[in-house]
């Protein structure tokens, strides 16, 4: 099956910095990729939809210039939480779609202190 | 209002046994109706898949069915294994609802 990757898997920084979370389809192109953030035990919450080559679609509520996504490549899209603190520490994730199936990257533990 | 409802919030049972998960769904427009297991801490990944027009769908020892006139989906799990463990979410929608999930846990 399709195969979805995540960089890094968890990253521990300090408040302020800007962190960079990778996600790459491996072994098909993806034009749309999605990006979630789940706190614990509860469920997904859609952030942003990413389409290659233009500007991310965000969900109300998500702010744009503090979560800064490009979709450079169709194998490729980044999320870079800026200016981080400490509410921003949660389980980051990633996915592709391939006609109907909707594949998961392995999530990035995110802990801002 | 777009949301996915599952019940129980969590679930114990004995390894061999059977279970059924529940999932009440009012999304629109819908297109599919998704069920994944997730492991703690790993990204969900996709048991089962169906559209409107399915009933029920297997997967292995996963067998999920869709009542599009309720609203309804369950997710059956049958003889049941230790690396059962894990949430089992339900999503459905076009723009993907994930519910809250069901924690399993399979005892010895």
């Known amino acids: 099956g399709a195969v979805v990757s995540q960089h890094p898997s968890w990253v521990i920084c300090k408040s302020g910095t800007s962190v960079k979370i990778e996600c790459r389809s491996l072994d098909f192109q993806a034009t749309t990729m999605f990006w979630y953030r789940q706190f614990p035990k509860q469920s997904l919450m859609l952030m942003a939809t990413?389409?290659?080559?233009?500007?991310?679609?965000?969900e109300q509520g998500v702010e744009k210039d503090k979560f800064l996504i490009n979709h450079a490549s169709l194998t490729l899209s980044t999320l870079t939480v800026t200016s981080a603190h400490p509410e921003d520490s949660s389980f980051y994730i990633c996915?592709?779609?391939?006609?109907?199936?909707?594949?998961f990257g392995p999530g990035t533990r995110l802990l801002v202190l | 209002k777009n949301q996915v409802e599952q019940s129980p919030q969590s679930l114990i049972i004995l390894e061999g046994k059977n279970c059924t998960l529940q999932?009440?769904?009012?999304?629109?427009?819908?297109?599919?109706l998704r069920w994944y297991k997730q492991d703690t801490g790993r990204g969900p990944v996709s048991l089962t898949i169906?559209?409107?027009?399915?009933n029920t769908k297997s997967n292995g020892r996963y067998t999920a069915t869709l009542d599009a006139d309720t609203k309804q989906s369950s997710l059956h799990i049958t003889a049941s294994q230790l690396s059962d463990s894990a949430s089992y979410i339900c999503?459905?929608?076009?723009?993907?609802?994930f519910g809250a999930g069901t924690r399993l846990f399979v005892k010895a």
């Open positions: 999932c009440n769904y009012t999304v629109s427009p819908f297109s599919n």
């Open positions: 999503a459905g929608g076009f723009k993907t609802i």
């Open positions: 996915s592709a779609s391939e006609r109907r199936a909707q594949y």
């Open positions: 169906m559209t409107f027009s399915e």
């Open positions: 990413s389409n290659e080559g233009s500007k991310a679609t965000y």
